[in-house]
Structure formats: structure tokens, C-alpha cells
């Protein structure tokens, strides 16, 4: 029986801020296991990007954090900080959107790279720097790149640095935020197609966060849908995106026209409406005001992630109080 | 989501004939005005300096009604010279048996004055500068940033020196020197904004439609660049007050009137300093760091107002 | 084609930039001379009298003098004299002094040197510290305490806090005596390259120094602080922490580096304050240095001495500047072309 490589359990951030605390994610339980692909779509603001950085404790230091975060069964929220910094990067990795500002501008990148070496083991720098040349050649850059600056890079090349820095101390785990936003459709493809043959090499777990879900349906085994901080509805890909349980998963899987479909061409779906506020949210289930299907019963119900199908999971009154039928 | 819409009454001009272009622009910079001046009195320090500002502003204008000119007089002092602070001098007196607090008081009209002409001076041809090199850019632009270059690398004191001892002492001079060797700033601050505004596509299209760069300069890059230099300008007023302090300190101020810089120079050069006479050295640079301050505080507070990502600093 | 051609005599886009900087450092430097010998046209009065002014020289030798100063020829001609002097060192004479105004500078420069360097590193150092403890401690005690007594420093003129010190620590208060002297270099009589010699000038520079890092430590920390808490909300910082790097470290290897590059920047173009300071404290404490000559000769007026000390003060900004300008890509790559 394999032991959960991530486990979270209720997970709750607040930000507290001049003008109020504001709940980021409110109460969130997620697993993956070792080798395994989970992906985390939502709106921006949905709470996906203060996951990752909840999952290393790497939020700022006006926060509040509840509930448990376990990687290989120790809770990450708990652990002193000497074995929290040896934890990082050698357990679980973060790979950060949009790499221009992620990566130091003025430092060469193969050092920055050679960092994180350095931070977990006693190697000689020689050592070091043939890791790092390893690193950028299987990530499918020259060696010889390790010498360049941020700014001297392509937003993809950067992206792979990013992903071979990642990769330094062979975690278990790949935590992608946003890996793919702000490079164009071919650059895109070529990271997720990296990711893939990584996951398949490595034996990686890969946590892809994204508002793309498009981009998850091809590459990860099941799929969370987050909205107003929660998830809203969880399981396997293919199910989830082709036959949503949720409104909102309907509205976002319509949003992305089908290539090759002219019907989803002609009429794009869009979501009306603006993300809640997390400081006023609506009662009840947060989505109702912007959803098509809302029933006088939503605003008072205290939606909870029901059984939705076999694995699958959504929090909506209307799969709670449909027949349980055979899918 | 909260009501963003004004009470209908305030729109009055929107329920008559339509109104004009220039009207409804008008509308929108003063409700602009009229958030940020909201903004701003939220920031706690920003309202202090203004408080402290209008104090001082009080007491200038004030002055002839607080205190009889004849304080000033030489001729008419009747204190003893050097004596501390008292019942009836309450600052003391200077080496001429004159009270400080009056000199202090009257002080505060020449270094205010000068301090605000100076500013004048230097925010008009830095603005002028900044938004003809901005707009016009290429060679225009080369040439009016190599003269830039210089004043700001030259040295201010050294140049201030050299000009206010050729010109002769008087307030005029003296605001003269300051403004002209201080302009930099703002020229620069200004030009970035008027290439940027010069750069932003409307601009191509309204001179497609036949506007002139006089237009496009009162029209458009104007309106965007005040609201800087009006946050500079104050941080201006607090290094032109200095400035004058420094130039009179050193005996380049204008003889026969009383500023607080003059008072630090009488003061040293009558040896206040050796008597130990800390109440005739006290108020005037109390005076000024208090002034300057303020203008400062009032200058950050402004350009939080201006630039949110400044806020909370 | 101008860049095939410029290519073509070797220059790179790097040669190009430095050799942009340098000439717009010699044009600096050229405007200072046409600045100075216009403005000594505008003079009033006859040079030559000027000089004379308080001794009976007989007529023959003032019109002597009178051509010496070229005053005769035409325009160009004087401008090209006074380049050609100037190059060669010769600044004309002092009014005051009846020497050449080179030798006097010669002679003032080194107190100003020692006590603007020493200065400069005190509180170039300080105050980069306060800076940066002040950031990284944001809305700390130290952090507000800092920041109103940098304010404050800054906010005042840096002679009347020479002053007060002056009449604290030199003069004494009440009945506290005073422990420093109250002026000039050494105290009369001593040998200055003894070791008592040098403790006595140490004594006399004690408070002409301490005033000035002061004033120069507050802007230093003001700006310092600025830059580390605009360097603090960068993204790269949360890469180094999640790699499992110590808070300590990432301050000092990612974001103190990085926020000291417009640090310095701004430090840099703020060398004027630098010198301006020296004048007015140089005067407070009689500290025989160009400061206290600008003050004796701007009170003559000794327009020779003023204009060689003006001179002498921006080319050591222009070069300082110019330096600072080449030195720059190599501390930041973003500004390396080619």
C-alpha cells in the first residue's frame, strides 16, 4: 500500500490585510500519490496559486494557516524551520509562472541552478556544474546556457530553466503554478510535452495548476476544479472535462472552443460576471449568482463535495439530489 | 458591488442640453480632484505636514499684525545683547539686543517667500524643458538632455556660489540662482511622462485629424503631467528653503533682510557659537527642519496618493 | 551603415557606449570652462583693478597686468588663452591671496580630502546598514526610529547641526566642559607628522567629521531603504526561499545586491550634496580646507579662486560620475549590450 505522497487536509489560508482578513482558501482537502497527475484549475483569484505556496510555506508573513499539509506523512504547517528549508526542494519543488521575475535578473542562471545543489548536498562545484549541465539537457537546453542571464533567454527557454532548477535535488514531487501562461501555443505544448516525458522518466508526481483546463485534460489523471477558495468538484480527467458535474466546470471546459469542432467555434460560451470578492461572499454555494442552472435552494444550502460517479466528486445540490443512477 | 454612481443632483449639467467635450472633461478632473484629495487626507503624516505648513504659512503672512516691525530695528532694540531667553524675550536676544522670536517671526517671510519664487522658477523651466524634449524628441530632445545632464552633475553649491557673488545680493538673485540651478529635477521627471504620453496611439490619431503640437500639448500631455510636477514641486519648496538657508548662511542673502538663514550667519559671525548662545541658534533651525519637513511629509503623501503601489511605506 | 562603419574601425557596441560616456564627459567638462570665462567677462569691473585695489601700483604696471589678463584681444582669442592656461594648470591669480590660485588650491586640498573621504565611507557605510535593517524590519521600532531621525537629519541644514554640536562637544554646556576644539586642523605649535601631531588633528576633525556623516548617513539610509523594500516584493526572492535558503541569506545574497544597484545610482548623482556639505561645515569649524576658501573667497570677492574651486569641484563630480557609468554593467548584466 503506498503511502499518500501529498496530503492535504482541510487547508485554510487567510490573508490578513489593512482592510480586513481575506480568506484565500477555505478549506481544501487534496491527495496524490507517488507517480501520480493532479491537476488544479480556476479562475484567477480562485485560490489555486496560494495553494502551491501553501503546500512549502512559502506565504507572506501576515497570513493565517488551519488544517494540515502532508508530504511523505509529515505536516509541513508544523515543522521547524531547520527541516522545513531541508524538506524544500528536496521533497516537493515549485515551479513558478511567469519566470522573467521568478529567476534573479542578475545573477547567471546555471549559478542559481548550482544554488539549490549547494543548499542540499556537499558537492564540489565541479560537481555541481555538471549536475546543472545534466539538468538544462534533459529539460532539452545546451549545457552551455548555464552561462546565460534571465533576460538573455526566450520565455520558454526560461521556462525550462525554471523546471531543470526544480528538478536539482530530484523531488518527489512537481509543483507547477501556472507553467504555461504568457508563452504562446507552440512554446506551451513543447513545456507540457516536457512535463510529461518527465513525470514518465522520473517517476515525478506533478501538481499542474492552471486556468486552462484544456491544458490538464491532456496532461494529468484526475482534475480539481477550485472556485471562491473551495473545490467545487474532483476526478478523473477525461470524465470531468467531457461530461462536467458542475456548472462551473461546464462553463469553463465551454469556454476554450474545440479545435476542430466548428459547432464550439461559432458559439464560444463566456462565464458572466466577475470572480467574488473573498471578503463578501455570497451565502450558500459561492457560485450561484453567475450560475445558469441556480435554484431557489442554493443561496441557504451549505454546498459539500457529494459523490458525483464512480471517483468523481462536485459540490452542487443538483448532483446531491439526483438519482444516484448507473453511469 | 458598492454604488459608484454621484446623487443626481451633482449632475445637473447632465440633465440639461448636452454637454460640451470641454465640460464633461472638466466634470471628471474635478470628481478626480476630489478623490484623491480624499485619499490624501487619510494619510496621517500627509496631514500633519499640511498642518504644520499652514502654521508656518499663518505666521508669514501674519507677521506685521504679531510683531511690530520695529522689532526689527537695530536702532530701537532695547534688550541687552546675548541675553538667554526671558519673561520679556522669550527667545532671547541677539548681538544687537533685539528679540529672536520676532526676528524668527519676520524670518519666515524671506526664506518662504524665496523658497516658493525659487520653486516657481524651477518647476517653469523644468516643466518647459521636460515636455518639449519629451514631445519632441530626436535632436531636440539630445540637446535639451546633455544641458539637463550637466546641471544635474555639476555641483550645487560651488555653481550657486559663483553666480549669486557675480549677480550681487538681493532676494530676487539669490531665488534666481536657486531656480536655475534645480530645474533638472522635475525636467526629468516631466520628460518620461511626455514620452510616454507622446508614445500612447490617440495622440497619432488626433494628429491625423490635424492637431497641432500646441494643441496636443495643452490638451493632452499637460493634463497628464500636472498632477507630477505638482507632487514634485513640493519636495522643490523643501530644498529651495534649504538652499536659500545655506546661500544666506553664507553671507549671500540680501543684507537688509531678515531671513532665518541670515539669522544662522549673524549668529556665527558674532560669535554665538563661542558665548554658547543656543536660543539665538535654535529657533530659526528649528524653524527650518519643522518647514522642510513638513514639505516633505506633504510630498510623499502626495505621491502615495498618486502612485498606489507607494502607499503603506 | 553607420553601424557597418563604426564596426568596421573595431568598435563595438561596447567601445561605442564607453566612448559616448567619455565624451559627454569632456563636453561636461568644456561647458565648465565656457561657463567660468564668460562669467568672468560679465564680472563688474576692470580685473586689473580689482587686483590693485588696495595697493598704489603705478599705472604702467596695472595696464601690464591688464594684457596679461588678454583683456585687449578679441573674444576668441582670450577664450583660447584661458583653454590653453587652464590645461596647463595656470587658474589665474588670487585676489586675495596675490598668489596663483593653484598653488592655494594645491595647498587647501588635502584636509578637504581627508575629511570629505573619511565622511563619505562612515556614513556611505552607516547608513546603507540602517537602510537595510530598516527594510528588512519594516514598521520595526528600529525601523520607525530610524526613519524619523533620518527625516529629520535630512530635513536640517547640515551647518546648524555642525553648529550646535560645535557648542556642545566643543564649547560645552553649562557646566559641562567641552572636550573637542572649536577649530581648525591642529592646535598650534604641534608637529603634525608626530604622533601627538596626528592625534591632534584627529581631535579637530572629530566634529567637523561626525557632522557631516550624519547628514549624509540620513539620505543614504532614506534611499537604501527605498530600494530594498521595492526589491523586497520581487518574485525571485519566494524561488530562493522555496529552494530551501535561510531568510538571512536571501536578504543578503539576492535582495541586498540587487537593491544596492539604483542605490548606487542615486548615491552617485547625489555627489554635489557631498561637496556642498564640505563648504558650509569646512566654514563652521575653520577647517582649512577648499570649503573654508570658497567661504573666504566668496566674502572678498576673490573671482579667480572661486572659479578654480568650482572647476575643481565638477570635474570631480563629471569624473566621478563618469566612473561610476562605466563601472555600472559590471555590477548589473541587464545594462551589458553586445
Given at each position: 500500500?503506498?503511502?499518500?505522497?501529498?496530503?492535504?487536509?482541510?487547508?485554510?489560508?487567510?490573508y490578513?490585510?489593512?482592510?480586513?482578513?481575506?480568506?484565500a482558501?477555505?478549506?481544501?482537502?487534496?491527495?496524490?500519490?507517488?507517480?501520480?497527475t493532479l491537476g488544479l484549475a480556476g479562475e484567477s483569484g480562485c485560490g489555486k496559486s496560494t495553494m502551491a505556496a501553501a503546500i512549502l510555506r512559502l506565504l507572506p508573513p501576515d497570513t493565517?494557516?488551519?488544517?494540515?499539509?502532508?508530504l511523505?506523512?509529515?505536516?509541513v504547517?508544523?515543522?521547524?524551520p531547520?527541516?522545513l528549508r531541508a524538506v524544500r526542494w528536496t521533497e516537493a519543488a515549485i515551479v513558478f509562472q511567469g519566470a522573467m521575475h521568478a529567476l534573479n535578473p542578475v545573477r547567471r542562471v546555471g549559478v542559481q541552478i548550482a544554488e539549490a545543489i549547494h543548499l542540499h548536498d556537499k558537492v564540489t562545484d565541479e560537481a555541481a556544474d555538471a549536475r546543472v549541465g545534466e539538468l538544462l539537457e534533459q529539460v532539452g537546453l545546451p549545457a552551455r546556457r548555464a552561462a546565460s542571464y534571465p533576460h538573455e533567454l526566450s520565455g520558454g527557454q526560461r521556462q525550462r530553466v525554471m523546471i531543470a532548477m526544480a528538478l536539482a535535488c530530484s523531488p518527489r514531487l512537481l509543483i507547477a503554478d501556472e507553467p504555461t501562461t504568457a508563452l504562446d501555443v507552440m512554446v506551451q505544448a513543447q513545456v507540457l510535452d516536457l512535463l510529461a516525458e518527465l513525470r514518465r522518466e522520473l517517476?515525478l508526481a506533478l501538481l499542474l495548476i492552471t486556468h486552462d483546463?484544456s491544458v490538464l485534460?491532456s496532461t494529468c489523471?484526475?482534475?480539481?476544479?477550485?472556485?471562491?477558495?473551495?473545490?467545487?468538484?474532483?476526478?478523473?480527467?477525461?470524465?470531468?472535462?467531457?461530461?462536467?458535474?458542475?456548472?462551473?466546470?461546464?462553463?469553463?471546459?465551454?469556454?476554450?472552443?474545440?479545435?476542430?469542432?466548428?459547432?464550439?467555434?461559432?458559439?464560444?460560451?463566456?462565464?458572466?460576471?466577475?470572480?467574488?470578492?473573498?471578503?463578501?461572499?455570497?451565502?450558500?454555494?459561492?457560485?450561484?449568482?453567475?450560475?445558469?442552472?441556480?435554484?431557489?435552494?442554493?443561496?441557504?444550502?451549505?454546498?459539500?463535495?457529494?459523490?458525483?460517479?464512480?471517483?468523481?466528486?462536485?459540490?452542487?445540490?443538483?448532483?446531491?439530489?439526483?438519482?444516484?443512477?448507473?453511469? | 458591488?458598492?454604488?459608484?454612481?454621484?446623487?443626481?443632483?451633482?449632475?445637473?449639467?447632465?440633465?440639461?442640453?448636452?454637454?460640451?467635450?470641454?465640460?464633461?472633461?472638466?466634470?471628471?478632473?474635478?470628481?478626480?480632484?476630489?478623490?484623491?484629495?480624499?485619499?490624501?487626507?487619510?494619510?496621517?503624516?500627509?496631514?500633519?505636514?499640511?498642518?504644520?505648513?499652514?502654521?508656518?504659512?499663518?505666521?508669514?503672512?501674519?507677521?506685521?499684525?504679531?510683531?511690530?516691525?520695529?522689532?526689527?530695528?537695530?536702532?530701537?532694540?532695547?534688550?541687552?545683547?546675548?541675553?538667554?531667553?526671558?519673561?520679556?524675550?522669550?527667545?532671547?536676544?541677539?548681538?544687537?539686543?533685539?528679540?529672536?522670536?520676532?526676528?524668527?517671526?519676520?524670518?519666515?517671510?524671506?526664506?518662504?517667500?524665496?523658497?516658493?519664487?525659487?520653486?516657481?522658477?524651477?518647476?517653469?523651466?523644468?516643466?518647459?524643458?521636460?515636455?518639449?524634449?519629451?514631445?519632441?524628441?530626436?535632436?531636440?530632445?539630445?540637446?535639451?538632455?546633455?544641458?539637463?545632464?550637466?546641471?544635474?552633475?555639476?555641483?550645487?553649491?560651488?555653481?550657486?556660489?559663483?553666480?549669486?557673488?557675480?549677480?550681487?545680493?538681493?532676494?530676487?538673485?539669490?531665488?534666481?540662482?536657486?531656480?536655475?540651478?534645480?530645474?533638472?529635477?522635475?525636467?526629468r521627471?516631466?520628460?518620461a511622462q511626455?514620452l510616454a504620453?507622446?508614445a500612447?496611439?490617440?495622440?497619432?490619431?488626433?494628429?491625423?485629424?490635424?492637431?497641432?503640437?500646441?494643441?496636443?500639448?495643452?490638451?493632452?500631455?499637460?493634463?497628464?503631467?500636472?498632477?507630477?510636477?505638482?507632487?514634485?514641486?513640493?519636495?522643490?519648496?523643501?530644498?529651495?528653503?534649504?538652499?536659500?538657508?545655506?546661500?544666506?548662511?553664507?553671507?549671500?542673502?540680501?543684507?537688509?533682510?531678515?531671513?532665518?538663514?541670515?539669522?544662522?550667519?549673524?549668529?556665527?559671525?558674532?560669535?554665538?557659537?563661542?558665548?554658547?548662545?543656543?536660543?539665538?541658534?535654535?529657533?530659526?533651525?528649528?524653524?527650518?527642519?519643522?518647514?522642510?519637513?513638513?514639505?516633505?511629509?506633504?510630498?510623499?503623501?502626495?505621491?502615495?496618493?498618486?502612485n498606489p503601489r507607494l502607499?503603506g511605506r | 551603415?553607420?553601424t557597418?562603419?563604426a564596426r568596421?574601425?573595431?568598435l563595438t557596441a561596447a567601445n561605442r557606449r564607453i566612448g559616448g560616456k567619455?565624451?559627454?564627459?569632456?563636453?561636461?567638462?568644456?561647458?565648465?570652462?565656457?561657463?567660468?570665462?564668460?562669467?568672468?567677462?560679465?564680472?563688474?569691473?576692470?580685473?586689473?583693478?580689482?587686483?590693485?585695489?588696495?595697493?598704489?601700483?603705478?599705472?604702467?604696471?596695472?595696464?601690464?597686468?591688464?594684457?596679461?589678463?588678454?583683456?585687449?584681444?578679441?573674444?576668441?582669442?582670450?577664450?583660447?588663452?584661458?583653454?590653453?592656461?587652464?590645461?596647463?594648470?595656470?587658474?589665474?591669480?588670487?585676489?586675495?591671496?596675490?598668489?596663483?590660485?593653484?598653488?592655494?588650491?594645491?595647498?587647501?586640498?588635502?584636509?578637504?580630502?581627508?575629511?570629505?573621504?573619511?565622511?563619505?565611507?562612515?556614513?556611505?557605510?552607516?547608513?546603507l546598514f540602517?537602510g537595510i535593517r530598516g527594510a528588512w524590519r519594516r514598521?520595526?521600532?528600529?525601523?520607525?526610529?530610524?526613519?524619523?531621525?533620518?527625516?529629520?537629519?535630512?530635513?536640517?541644514?547640515?551647518?546648524?547641526?555642525?553648529?550646535?554640536?560645535?557648542?556642545?562637544?566643543?564649547?560645552?554646556?553649562?557646566?559641562?566642559?567641552?572636550?573637542?576644539?572649536?577649530?581648525?586642523?591642529?592646535?598650534?605649535?604641534?608637529?603634525?607628522?608626530?604622533?601627538?601631531?596626528?592625534?591632534?588633528?584627529?581631535?579637530?576633525?572629530?566634529?567637523?567629521?561626525?557632522?557631516?556623516?550624519?547628514?549624509?548617513?540620513?539620505?543614504y539610509?532614506?534611499v537604501m531603504r527605498s530600494s530594498l523594500l521595492d526589491e523586497l516584493g520581487e518574485d525571485y526572492l519566494v524561488t530562493a526561499r522555496a529552494k530551501g535558503l535561510r531568510d538571512a541569506l536571501v536578504l543578503r545574497r539576492h535582495a541586498v545586491p540587487n537593491a544596492l544597484l539604483p542605490t548606487t545610482t542615486l548615491i552617485f548623482l547625489?555627489?554635489?550634496?557631498?561637496?556642498?556639505?564640505?563648504?558650509?561645515?569646512?566654514?563652521?569649524?575653520?577647517?582649512?580646507?577648499?570649503?573654508?576658501?570658497?567661504?573666504?573667497?566668496?566674502?572678498?570677492?576673490?573671482?579667480?579662486?572661486?572659479?578654480?574651486?568650482?572647476?575643481?569641484?565638477?570635474?570631480?563630480?563629471?569624473?566621478?560620475n563618469v566612473l561610476a557609468d562605466l563601472l555600472y554593467p559590471y555590477l548589473d548584466p541587464r545594462v551589458r549590450t553586445g
Amino acid at each position: 500500500m503506498t503511502v499518500t505522497l501529498l496530503d492535504v487536509r482541510d487547508l485554510e489560508v487567510t490573508y490578513r490585510t489593512r482592510a480586513g482578513d481575506v480568506p484565500a482558501v477555505r478549506g481544501v482537502s487534496l491527495q496524490l500519490d507517488p507517480g501520480q497527475t493532479l491537476g488544479l484549475a480556476g479562475e484567477s483569484g480562485c485560490g489555486k496559486s496560494t495553494m502551491a505556496a501553501a503546500i512549502l510555506r512559502l506565504l507572506p508573513p501576515d497570513t493565517r494557516t488551519s488544517g494540515s499539509v502532508l508530504l511523505d506523512g509529515e505536516d509541513v504547517l508544523t515543522m521547524r524551520p531547520g527541516r522545513l528549508r531541508a524538506v524544500r526542494w528536496t521533497e516537493a519543488a515549485i515551479v513558478f509562472q511567469g519566470a522573467m521575475h521568478a529567476l534573479n535578473p542578475v545573477r547567471r542562471v546555471g549559478v542559481q541552478i548550482a544554488e539549490a545543489i549547494h543548499l542540499h548536498d556537499k558537492v564540489t562545484d565541479e560537481a555541481a556544474d555538471a549536475r546543472v549541465g545534466e539538468l538544462l539537457e534533459q529539460v532539452g537546453l545546451p549545457a552551455r546556457r548555464a552561462a546565460s542571464y534571465p533576460h538573455e533567454l526566450s520565455g520558454g527557454q526560461r521556462q525550462r530553466v525554471m523546471i531543470a532548477m526544480a528538478l536539482a535535488c530530484s523531488p518527489r514531487l512537481l509543483i507547477a503554478d501556472e507553467p504555461t501562461t504568457a508563452l504562446d501555443v507552440m512554446v506551451q505544448a513543447q513545456v507540457l510535452d516536457l512535463l510529461a516525458e518527465l513525470r514518465r522518466e522520473l517517476g515525478l508526481a506533478l501538481l499542474l495548476i492552471t486556468h486552462d483546463l484544456s491544458v490538464l485534460a491532456s496532461t494529468c489523471e484526475r482534475i480539481a476544479v477550485m472556485y471562491a477558495g473551495r473545490v467545487v468538484e474532483e476526478g478523473p480527467a477525461s470524465a470531468v472535462f467531457d461530461e462536467p458535474a458542475h456548472p462551473y466546470t461546464r462553463a469553463l471546459s465551454e469556454a476554450f472552443p474545440t479545435i476542430g469542432d466548428r459547432a464550439s467555434r461559432k458559439a464560444p460560451h463566456g462565464l458572466g460576471g466577475d470572480p467574488p470578492d473573498p471578503r463578501e461572499l455570497p451565502s450558500g454555494c459561492a457560485f450561484h449568482p453567475r450560475c445558469p442552472v441556480a435554484v431557489p435552494i442554493c443561496p441557504t444550502t451549505d454546498v459539500q463535495l457529494w459523490p458525483a460517479g464512480p471517483a468523481r466528486r462536485a459540490a452542487c445540490v443538483h448532483v446531491r439530489d439526483r438519482e444516484p443512477a448507473a453511469s | 458591488m458598492a454604488q459608484t454612481s454621484a446623487p443626481p443632483a451633482k449632475d445637473a449639467e447632465l440633465t440639461g442640453p448636452a454637454p460640451s467635450p470641454r465640460a464633461i472633461v472638466r466634470a471628471r478632473r474635478r470628481r478626480a480632484a476630489a478623490r484623491a484629495w480624499a485619499e490624501y487626507r487619510r494619510n496621517r503624516v500627509g496631514m500633519v505636514g499640511l498642518a504644520i505648513l499652514i502654521v508656518f504659512i499663518a505666521l508669514a503672512v501674519l507677521a506685521p499684525v504679531l510683531v511690530p516691525s520695529s522689532a526689527l530695528d537695530v536702532t530701537q532694540a532695547t534688550g541687552v545683547p546675548f541675553s538667554p531667553p526671558s519673561a520679556e524675550y522669550p527667545f532671547g536676544t541677539d548681538e544687537s539686543g533685539r528679540s529672536v522670536l520676532a526676528l524668527t517671526v519676520w524670518g519666515s517671510r524671506v526664506s518662504l517667500l524665496v523658497g516658493f519664487l525659487a520653486t516657481v522658477i524651477s518647476v517653469l523651466i523644468g516643466s518647459v524643458v521636460g515636455i518639449v524634449a519629451g514631445h519632441f524628441g530626436r535632436w531636440t530632445d539630445s540637446v535639451l538632455m546633455r544641458v539637463t545632464d550637466w546641471f544635474l552633475v555639476i555641483p550645487f553649491l560651488p555653481l550657486a556660489i559663483v553666480l549669486a557673488t557675480v549677480l550681487g545680493p538681493s532676494l530676487a538673485n539669490i531665488a534666481f540662482v536657486i531656480g536655475i540651478t534645480s530645474w533638472p529635477g522635475t525636467a526629468r521627471i516631466v520628460r518620461a511622462q511626455a514620452l510616454a504620453v507622446t508614445a500612447r496611439p490617440y495622440i497619432e490619431r488626433a494628429r491625423a485629424l490635424g492637431a497641432g503640437d500646441w494643441h496636443l500639448i495643452t490638451r493632452h500631455i499637460l493634463p497628464n503631467v500636472v498632477p507630477l510636477i505638482f507632487a514634485n514641486t513640493v519636495l522643490i519648496v523643501a530644498i529651495a528653503i534649504l538652499s536659500e538657508t545655506t546661500l544666506a548662511f553664507l553671507g549671500l542673502g540680501d543684507p537688509l533682510r531678515v531671513s532665518w538663514g541670515s539669522m544662522l550667519d549673524a549668529a556665527f559671525s558674532h560669535g554665538a557659537a563661542s558665548i554658547g548662545a543656543w536660543w539665538y541658534l535654535v529657533p530659526p533651525g528649528l524653524a527650518i527642519l519643522l518647514v522642510v519637513l513638513a514639505f516633505t511629509m506633504c510630498g510623499q503623501a502626495l505621491e502615495a496618493v498618486l502612485n498606489p503601489r507607494l502607499r503603506g511605506r | 551603415m553607420a553601424t557597418a562603419a563604426a564596426r568596421s574601425f573595431g568598435l563595438t557596441a561596447a567601445n561605442r557606449r564607453i566612448g559616448g560616456k567619455l565624451v559627454g564627459a569632456v563636453l561636461s567638462l568644456a561647458f565648465v570652462l565656457v561657463f567660468n570665462f564668460f562669467l568672468f567677462r560679465v564680472l563688474p569691473g576692470d580685473p586689473a583693478k580689482n587686483l590693485t585695489r588696495n595697493r598704489l601700483v603705478p599705472a604702467e604696471q596695472v595696464q601690464a597686468l591688464r594684457e596679461s589678463f588678454g583683456l585687449g584681444k578679441p573674444l576668441p582669442q582670450q577664450f583660447a588663452g584661458y583653454v590653453r592656461d587652464t590645461l596647463r594648470g595656470d587658474l589665474g591669480i588670487s585676489y586675495k591671496f596675490r598668489r596663483p590660485v593653484s598653488d592655494v588650491i594645491a595647498e587647501r586640498i588635502w584636509p578637504t580630502v581627508l575629511l570629505l573621504g573619511l565622511s563619505t565611507v562612515l556614513s556611505t557605510i552607516i547608513g546603507l546598514f540602517i537602510g537595510i535593517r530598516g527594510a528588512w524590519r519594516r514598521g520595526s521600532t528600529f525601523d520607525r526610529g530610524s526613519l524619523a531621525v533620518s527625516l529629520a537629519l535630512y530635513a536640517m541644514p547640515e551647518f546648524w547641526l555642525g553648529i550646535l554640536l560645535l557648542i556642545a562637544f566643543g564649547v560645552g554646556v553649562g557646566p559641562l566642559p567641552g572636550l573637542f576644539p572649536t577649530g581648525g586642523i591642529s592646535t598650534p605649535g604641534t608637529d603634525m607628522t608626530s604622533l601627538a601631531g596626528v592625534l591632534d588633528v584627529a581631535r579637530h576633525l572629530f566634529l567637523p567629521c561626525l557632522t557631516l556623516t550624519l547628514a549624509y548617513l540620513a539620505e543614504y539610509a532614506l534611499v537604501m531603504r527605498s530600494s530594498l523594500l521595492d526589491e523586497l516584493g520581487e518574485d525571485y526572492l519566494v524561488t530562493a526561499r522555496a529552494k530551501g535558503l535561510r531568510d538571512a541569506l536571501v536578504l543578503r545574497r539576492h535582495a541586498v545586491p540587487n537593491a544596492l544597484l539604483p542605490t548606487t545610482t542615486l548615491i552617485f548623482l547625489n555627489l554635489g550634496f557631498v561637496v556642498s556639505g564640505a563648504i558650509t561645515i569646512e566654514t563652521v569649524f575653520s577647517w582649512p580646507g577648499l570649503g573654508l576658501l570658497s567661504y573666504e573667497a566668496l566674502r572678498t570677492p576673490d573671482y579667480p579662486v572661486l572659479q578654480g574651486v568650482f572647476l575643481l569641484f565638477s570635474a570631480a563630480v563629471i569624473v566621478a560620475n563618469v566612473l561610476a557609468d562605466l563601472l555600472y554593467p559590471y555590477l548589473d548584466p541587464r545594462v551589458r549590450t553586445g
